[in-house]
């Protein structure tokens, strides 16, 4: 699979995603905000940003892991 | 031990440096946790990379713009402190600029938004060698940006000068400058820094090779009810 169509269906997966899960993993990777920040930005205690932020990946982990094209 | 949530956070960091180890190779210096961290950090790295991949702007998720006003935007050059910053260009005087974007889910509040105004206004107020320039501040189709000198030099980071023979000198001199800069700030300006950490500096080739930039500037008032508090309730 080339890389652009693997973005192309990454960004389409992460786009899919709960908006809780999908508000915090672009406020961490594409806005480049820190948990400080985030934690700041939703109005909760950074131990929970970060237990939410942890959370997100693991269930968009599954998600790929469901996408026979990122099985490795 | 550190916890799932720390070594998320490390690991984020370092794919963010752009040197970063594998899942699986970060993950085995964890035994303990070692299974739980395969079980979101592949997803980690597959973003980052994505993210890496839609620089410049214009794909990824949240659709930064390639134009705001007069600018035009090119690649990320730096990220944090509310925002990311750009190099762009700015059209009508064909000069190249950095512009520092207000993160859009920042953006849609009101405290934030002033927050970002300020700290353009404080650095605009600030007119020293060793402090970036801001040239201006603008909203452009919903976006909050500032616009500021553009420094061709390289973000100061612990091993900067790591194996050169003229580290020692080179590190006296880069404290000297941020000490000369951070007086004047408090001088003339009544304002201090807001986190003396290495990101915050960078170091260029003019007018001297160690020539120093330090950004993001807060007043002295509010740094002080903000930062030294925690430390007088110890007491």
Known sequence: MAKQERYAL?????LA???NDKLIIEMRHFENLSNQECA???????????IRYVRALKRF???????????? | MMSIEELTELYLEQKKSGNPESPETFAARYPEQYEELLSLLPALAAIEDMNDSTRPMGSSPTGFPHHLGDFCLHERIGSGGMGSVYRATQVSLNRDVALKILSPTLASDDEFRQRFANEAKIIATLHHQNIV????AGY?????????????GRALTPDAFFGDAERLRKITEIAKQSADALAYA????KVVHFELIPDWFSTGETPSPYFLT??????SSRAIRRRLQPFLLRF
């Open chain 1, 40 to 50: 700041a930005a939703l109005g909760i205690e950074e131990k929970n940003a970060s």
């Open chain 1, 17 to 19: 995603m709960p908006e």
């Open chain 2, 140 to 152: 452009e189709q919903g976006w909050c940006f500032y616009v500021m000198e553009l420094i061709d």
């Open chain 1, 61 to 72: 982990q599954n998600i790929l892991l469901g996408q026979t094209e990122f099985q490795s």
């Open chain 2, 133 to 136: 320039n801001v040239y201006g």
């Open chain 2, 214 to 219: 330090v950004r993001r500037f807060i007043p």
């Open chain 1, 10 to 14: 990454l960004h389409k997966l992460l």
């Open chain 2, 186 to 189: 408090h001088g003339a300006s």
